[in-house]
């Protein structure tokens, strides 16, 4: 229940209007009310007053219009010309300042006139009430009833009830409900009306039923009040029993009563049944051409999956107005990823022929087209929309540039969407995040952090959201200073203690290969839920830990929490990273069988690599054959990799030709090919496979590593000398390469037996490895205790794989690497990976 209003002082202590002139800084009455101080310049008397029944009418059109101007020019008119009205005219000057929402001036008027009736307190009080000051109508009608000359009457007993239910005053309500019961109106229909309504705004709904049954006199309103109660309320299978009760009663349905409990019952789930019988009442009573009705039926079969019914529905429809075809269009929007993409193309065949019909459509038209068109792989159409909402002069409003710049977003176009942002006048919170959104799902984190401190300057305050999708920019750039400023920002603004934010931390710390720091941030998470969990299992699972993400897997369970298909692929993830296989294919079999799922290509992807960690790779193929998933490409790169790791050259050939024609214009393919050939010595076609790359133009993407050192983030392209750390790090590595040399038997070292020659090593080899160039800055600037983290864009290749587990155990340093796949901690000699990566 909301608060109640601070109560304003009684009427007998507000000012009457003065009757003496008073200095303008000292103003009671706005300009055009102040009295005249004198006849007009070269004039020797006042202009003749009007009319009285001009006076009216003009007063009548100011309330009809709310024309406030016009009310105050003709008081103003009436008091330079010395008329003073009688009490008909007053009531229907301050019915007017009452009716422009004036309440200081109409105040002011009631305290100057000098006789007042019913009418006059009965206007001033409903004044108050549709103000919401729900304290200065109770203070009106006090002086009402101490006012001997005038006894209330039921409107006043309405204006007041209508005062305390929109200010959710049950207490004055029932106050004045009793003095309603003891003067005797509350019998009439009228003020047992304004009763019910008035205990249904406070959500009291059994004064509601207890004030409907005790009414003497009830009519169609009193049936409408009572179903709309019970909807407001939230029960809608007892709004449906009222009606079937109004029905037998022998109330008339009328348009209002039946879209109510449409509206509800759009609410409803598992009522088909009833959805149907209402439709056949609809029919009965003649209102299945109303506008409203139909709206509402559309509306109420759309939310629940009647599509066919809907598009019935709108074409009975006679006289079609843009609310209809929001309505429709509004319910291909609600239908999400389910429907085939001709399906959700008929919203816009809607959308073209309200055009056609020269309806002129609303920014709800475009919000629900664009909320079509984000589930539609088409930008022709979504630029032709935007060129609609140009053109219809809506470009300005900010729910419709959200909408545009997620749409832009969506197909990589994030200078489009930027566009959007700068367009937009009024940039709210949600289009801030939107667009700092778009340019982390666009792979521009650094120009989402640049951004956000944009938006720091702006004075615009961000919220959870913001936080965390700066937080997700952060993981994608793994820098560790900037998660830790952004991590402080997020305690200090109270953000840390939302789950979606602490979700987002434990993100953000699994990027940058902080596991400890992942794991405080799950522990702290005042609520858990069940993307938290999987989250800290996805953690474990890309770090190598196993066990821990299938001990945690099940504690998740034992607490009862709801486990959807994310939870079911973090645990996939730590199977297939630790060749857990018969973990791997129970908890596979649990998701299917048991919670009945349906696997997705990242499912059966896992389960591909787990099969070829184990070195199942003629299981794993008829894995991908059993799916009927023979022109995945992203299924045969994850057999191609366990082929190339456990030496099943023939099968790799196999696969890598299959890939070259599942994606002919993807260089990563050729690459791999090449090297395929390469191993098993067919170097005609190795040579071949080169020359159809270099024909068709692809180059390969360049590897680029990166890592933060004292503050600034340092980069290294594979073979590219341009690095302005390049030297110092290439002696370094250099230096280090030698020392492990000299430590290690020479048979152990024929990973570099082609850089290491005569005990020199070769800058060519070196170059090929930013990675390693990475380590070695790394090496020699953080401190000893400090473990390295380098990131790589790129998947490792196997000398610098055994390299840096040599360097580990030279140096006694944790080395830490993440590729696209998992993170790489290399300690004393070994690889988290064990040898899989």
């Known amino acids: 229940m909301l608060p109640q209003r601070q109560r304003s002082p009684e009427p ?40 009285p029944s001009l006076y009216a009418d003009l007063f009548r059109r100011a309330s009809r219009g709310r024309l406030l101007p016009l009310a105050r020019l003709t008081h103003s008119h009436m008091i330079r010309a010395g008329y003073r009205p009688g009490l008909f005219l007053s009531n229907n000057l301050l019915a007017a300042y009452v009716r422009c929402d004036d309440t200081r001036s109409a105040r002011l ?62 207490r004055s309500g029932r106050v004045t409900h009793g003095l309603a019961v003891v003067s005797g109106l509350a019998r ?81 789930e598992d009522s088909e049944d009833v959805r149907r019988m209402l439709h056949g009442c609809v ?26 019914e809907a598009i019935k529905v709108f074409g009975c429809i006679p006289c079609q107005n843009v609310v209809i075809y929001n309505t429709m269009i509004a319910g291909f929007a609600r239908l999400g990823n389910d429907p085939c993409p001709e399906i959700r193309m008929e919203a816009i065949r809607i959308y073209s022929n309200m055009l056609c019909r020269r309806i002129r459509p609303s920014k709800f038209t475009f919000k629900s087209v664009l909320e079509v068109c984000n589930l539609i792989n088409e930008p022709r159409c979504w630029r032709q929309l935007h060129a609609h909402v140009i053109l219809f002069g809506f470009e300005d409003d900010e729910f419709i540039a959200n909408a545009l710049i997620n749409l832009y977003s969506k197909v990589c176009l994030v200078d489009d969407s930027l566009r959007c942002f700068h367009r937009t006048p009024k940039q709210e919170i949600f289009t801030w995040t939107s667009m700092i959104r778009a340019f982390v799902h666009n792979e521009h984190s650094d120009k989402a952090l640049h951004f956000f401190r944009e938006l720091r300057y702006t004075g615009v305050e961000p919220d959870q959201f913001t936080i965390s999708c700066v937080m997700n920019a952060c993981a994608d750039l793994s820098m560790p200073i900037a998660c830790e400023q952004i991590h402080c920002y997020a305690v200090k603004s109270g953000f840390d203690r939302f789950t979606l934010c602490g979700n987002s931390q434990i993100e953000m710390y699994r990027g940058t290969g902080d596991l400890k720091a992942a794991k405080k941030s799950f522990e702290r998470i005042p609520s858990l839920d069940t993307f938290s969990w999987s989250q800290m299992i996805l953690s474990y699972a890309v770090h190598g830990h196993g066990r821990e ?116 214009f993807t260089a990563s393919s050729y690459v791999m090919l090449y090297n395929l050939y390469m191993d098993a010595g067919k170097i005609s076609l190795a040579m071949r496979t080169r020359g159809q790359m270099r024909e068709r133009g692809m180059t390969k993407e360049s590897g680029i590593s990166w890592a933060e050192f004292r503050g600034s983030v340092h980069h290294f392209v594979d073979g590219d000398n341009s690095c302005s750390q390049k030297d110092a790090s290439f002696t370094r590595l250099e230096e280090l390469l030698v020392r492990v040399k000299q430590k290690t ?76 796949t998992r993170f790489h901690h290399f300690s004393q000699g070994s690889c988290s990976c064990l040898g899989y990566w």
Request: aromatic share 8%; proline share 4%; hydrophobic share 45%.
């Open 188 to 268: 009439t229909a009228f003020v047992a009306n304004s009763v019910i309504d008035m205990y249904a705004k406070c959500g009291m709904i059994d004064e509601v039923r207890l004030a409907f049954d005790r009414a003497d006199e009830r009519d169609e309103v009193s049936w409408n009040l009572l179903l709309s109660a019970y909807v407001r309320m939230g029960w809608p299978e007892v709004a449906v029993s009222v009606l079937v009760w109004m029905h037998r009663s022998g109330v008339k349905l009328d348009a209002f009563a039946l879209g109510r409990i449409l509206k509800a019952c759009s609410e409803l």
């Open 109 to 170: 008027l009631f305290d100057g006139m000098p006789r007042r009736d019913v009418v006059t307190w009965n206007t001033l009080i409903a004044g108050y009430a549709t103000q919401g000051s729900a304290s200065l109508a109770l203070g009106a009608f006090r002086g009402a009833r101490w006012d001997g000359s005038v006894a209330v009457d039921r409107f006043t007993y309405a204006a007041v009830l209508a005062a305390c239910g929109g200010a959710r005053d049950w």
């Open 745 to 820: 038997e020479q048979g152990s070292m024929n990973v570099w037996e082609v850089g290491f020659k005569s005990g020199k090593v070769s800058e060519n080899a070196i170059d090929k490895h930013g990675e390693l160039l990475a380590v070695a800055l790394g090496l020699s600037t953080l401190p000893n205790t400090a473990p390295v983290k380098v990131m790589k864009n790129q998947k490792m290749s196997w000398e610098s794989h055994e390299t840096l587990k040599l360097l580990s155990e030279r140096e006694n340093r944790e080395i830490i690497v993440r590729d696209p």
């Open 549 to 664: 993400a299938l001990l945690l897997f099940k504690k998740m369970r034992d607490c009862g929490v709801m486990i959807n298909e994310f939870a079911f692929l973090a645990v996939l993830v730590a199977c297939s990273h630790e060749g857990l296989i018969d973990e791997g294919f129970r908890n596979y079999d649990s998701m299917v069988s048991h919670y009945s799922f349906v696997p997705d290509m990242k499912h059966i992807a896992c389960m591909v690599d787990l099969l070829g960690h184990v070195g199942k790779v003629a299981d794993a193929e008829d894995f991908i054959k059993s799916y009927g998933l023979e022109n995945n490409a992203v299924l045969w790169h994850t057999l191609l990799r366990a082929c190339r790791i456990h030496g099943d050259k023939d099968r790799g050939i196999k696969t890598g030709e299959k890939l070259m024609m599942l994606e002919p």
């Open 283 to 308: 029919i009965k009573v003649g209102l299945d051409l109303d506008v409203f009705v139909g709206s509402t039926m559309m509306d109420m079969y759309a939310k629940n999956g009647g599509l066919e």
């Open 12 to 51: 007998d202590h507000l000012l009457p209007i003065p009757t003496h002139p008073v200095h303008p800084n000292h103003t009671t009455l706005p300009t055009q009310l102040r009295p005249a101080e004198g006849p007009p310049h070269g004039a020797g008397h006042r202009f003749p007053p009007l009319e």
